[in-house]
């Protein structure tokens, strides 16, 4: 009885109407117009059309010449859809009915991502799966799951052959492209084998596993030993390519981690003829790709910067499309068939951090990477795949009404379903975001959550609210999407074994 008593008192308090500034009411009435459109003869007539348009776009043949997957690292339904709808309100629309460039694809599926030791995946034992088609361990690199982290020996002779190994083997041209570190676990499973996702440079493994005959990341891509190498490799990780005694080139109070003393950019140069290493966007946008056939491009000691501070950096980085286009011309210069691996590999960095504008900025990135591939090859043979290595514990909710602002507080229509614009409270009487995680660095405790009336929640910085806390939000175990168009596009369908994904490229590409 004391529950119902006090229930209504709940209740009232949660849809507590409070007053907003002039400039929310001046963006509510932008979009309005967006909404006199939408009656339910429109609607019945979009659907119907939208089923004609998929039908008709699911032409393509069984087979592919080329294959390039872009992998969107972290990328979950909440981080597509809230990126949808931020990219359509940056153009001054409400943003659900906007489209990501993938989101048009006619071929559709489910991942299930877990690896053989983990409920929650990370992304070494993800990536892995994807290019080889066999599920494993997290932590590991394109090796199988019987080995045991961390112990060099055990791995000998359990690496399994990723596609970008069997493509260079027939003859095809190669490329892989990260936010990333290069020798991060995404495109590190594209061309290593390792026990460990962590040894990415010599200093990084322990000297009895060395002893062992295990090699680093880095060295493993320069000593890559199938075909003619790989054509393009472009991201960020140049400290795992440089000697501890050597100064990185942009920033002066670093230096490389390699203690082995080789410089294995200037080694890159010296291995392939008309071939460059290059560090800045001067230099990248300088390159010729009918000339240059093996491109090496490094542009920070880590990662990459995010899409939203990259025009910030002083020697200058390319975007995400700009690396997928260059690719593209010069993989497409020889007239061979090719693979490329495109990530966007912040997304899920900027999620561990708890920040979701960054995430999205980043994904929308992703989109204009895929639109550009999309507008520079042939469908009716290159199969294109969209998805994600893992999901992310980042969550939409609260009944924001239409065209409220993703980024900002939650608020409601009135009853009529007006815009009102009125901000929602919690039980504690205060105003909450539309976006969350479930745990990470966001979190404060109990009654202690911070009045955000007078917080800027759509600010860059801003991390959306936990409900546990971490240091670093942690991924989580749904499934995730697969998008596909083009040739070989007509198998991706129902939910399926994220290794799957290796199979479905391999048969498309009519390969053994």
């Not at 996702?197 to 199938?226: H, M």
């Not at 491009?297 to 260059?326: C, I, V, W």
């Not at 979701?356 to 900025?361: G, I, M």
């Not at 999309?374 to 795949?385: K, Y």
Request: hydrophobic share 35%.
């Amino acid at each position: 009885m004391k529950l119902l008593r006090i229930l209504p008192l709940i209740i009232a308090v949660q849809f507590c109407a409070c007053a907003q500034t002039d400039s929310s009411v001046q963006k509510l009435k932008m979009r309005q117009p967006e909404l006199t459109k939408e009656s339910p003869t429109w609607w019945y007539q979009q659907g119907a059309a939208r089923v004609k348009q998929l039908a008709a776009a699911n032409v393509f043949p069984h087979r592919a010449k080329n294959v390039i997957l872009f992998i969107g690292d972290g990328m979950n339904i909440t981080t597509i859809t809230a990126a949808r709808i931020l990219e359509g309100q940056k153009r001054g629309e409400h943003g659900e009915g906007n489209q990501l460039s993938f989101e048009k694809f006619p071929q559709t599926a489910l991942s299930k991502t877990y690896n053989t030791n983990l409920q929650t995946p990370d992304s070494a034992g993800t990536m892995s799966a994807m290019m080889t088609g066999v599920k494993t361990k997290g932590g590991v690199i394109s090796v199988d799951g019987t080995i045991n982290v961390d112990d060099c020996e055990s791995g000998i002779n359990h690496q399994r052959v990723t596609l970008l190994e069997i493509a260079e083997k027939k003859g095809m041209s190669t490329g892989v492209i990260s936010t990333a570190r290069l020798t991060h676990a995404t495109p590190a499973a594209t061309y290593a084998h390792s026990v460990s996702r962590d040894w990415e440079a010599d200093s990084d493994i322990p000297i009895k596993e060395q002893a062992k005959g295990c090699k680093d990341i880095a060295l493993q891509l320069l000593e890559f030993p199938f075909g003619d190498g790989l054509e393009v490799a472009m991201g960020g990780g140049r400290k795992n390519f440089l000697p501890v005694n050597k100064i990185d080139p942009e920033y002066h109070n670093t230096t490389g981690v390699r203690l082995d003393n080789r410089d294995l950019m200037q080694e890159w140069q010296e291995k392939y003829e008309d071939s460059a290493a290059i560090w800045n966007k001067g230099q990248f946008d300088e390159i010729d790709a009918k000339t240059t056939k093996h491109l090496l491009a490094l542009f920070e000691p880590s990662h990459m910067q995010y899409e939203h501070d990259r025009p910030n950096d002083k020697a200058g980085e390319p975007t995400l499309t700009e690396m997928t286009k260059k690719s593209l011309q010069i993989l497409k210069n020889s007239n061979k068939a090719f693979f490329l691996m495109v990530e966007a590999g912040r997304i899920d960095h900027s999620h561990h951090a708890g920040n979701a504008y960054r995430a999205l900025t980043d994904t929308i990135e992703l989109s204009n990477a895929v639109k550009a591939a999309m507008e520079n090859v042939d469908l009716n043979e290159t199969l294109i795949i969209v998805t994600a290595d893992h999901s992310h514990t980042f969550n939409m909710a609260g009944y924001p009404q239409r065209g409220n602002p993703v980024l900002g507080l939650v608020k409601k229509p009135d009853k009529a379903g007006n815009l009102a614009g009125h901000i929602v409270l919690d039980a504690q009487g205060k105003p909450y975001t539309t976006l969350s995680y479930a745990n990470g660095p966001g979190y404060v405790n109990g009654d202690k959550r911070p009045d955000l009336s007078h917080v800027d929640v759509e600010s860059p910085d801003y991390k959306q609210a936990a409900t546990y806390p971490m240091e670093s939000e942690t991924h989580s175990g749904e499934d995730v999407v697969i998008y596909a168009t083009g040739a070989g596009s007509q198998t991706v369908h129902g939910t399926i074994e994220q290794n799957v994904i290796y199979h479905i490229m391999k048969y498309a590409l009519n390969i053994e």
